[in-house]
């Protein structure tokens, strides 16, 4: 599958800050990238595990979304395990995500492990799957949809800034 890059950052408008995607071709070198994009006045976004969190919520709250994988900063076979565990119960009983989203909360919160990046899926109201993924590093690969998809990110990023 073919994602579409794009970096996330933040920009003063006015007498307000907005987010915007801007996107990277990965030939380009990614710090090359960033480092033009500031000179133009962007700012850079990190995305927190509260965050991410948050964009879970709002991505599953639509219905037709499911979460596919979630990897973490630091590579524990035990709290992988447990993931995947949790994310396969999610497909089968939708509710099973509060399981999933206190554990991730827990272990977030009373430790220095954080979501290094989250892949999520959706069918459209035509069938087409949309597939994405959110990196720590404010990098978003989308396949399908983008317009939406960066209009759901954006605005629930904006409530952070």
């Given at each position: 599958m073919e994602y579409n890059k794009e970096k996330i950052f933040w920009t003063a408008r006015k007498h307000a800050k907005d987010v915007v995607c801007i996107p990277w071709d990965?030939?380009?070198d990614y710090y090359s990238f960033v480092k033009k994009n500031i000179a133009f006045g962007y700012h850079q976004v990190s995305i927190t595990s509260e965050i991410m969190l948050r964009l879970i919520s709002r991505f599953l709250e639509l219905g037709n979304w499911k979460i596919d994988k979630i990897e973490m900063?630091?590579?524990?076979?035990?709290i992988n395990a447990i993931l995947d565990h949790l994310i396969d119960a999610t497909k089968n009983n939708s509710a099973s995500v509060l399981n999933l989203y206190e554990y991730i909360r827990s272990?977030?919160?009373d430790s220095s492990i954080e979501i290094k990046r989250i892949y999520l899926s959706g069918r459209d109201n035509n069938g087409t799957l949309n597939t994405i993924f959110v990196?720590?590093?404010?990098?978003?690969?989308?396949?399908n949809s983008e317009e939406k998809v960066n209009s759901i990110i954006c605005s629930i990023l904006r409530e952070y800034i």
């Open positions: 990965e030939r380009e900063m630091e590579d524990d076979a035990e272990f977030t919160e990196q720590v590093n404010g990098i978003v690969g989308i396949c």
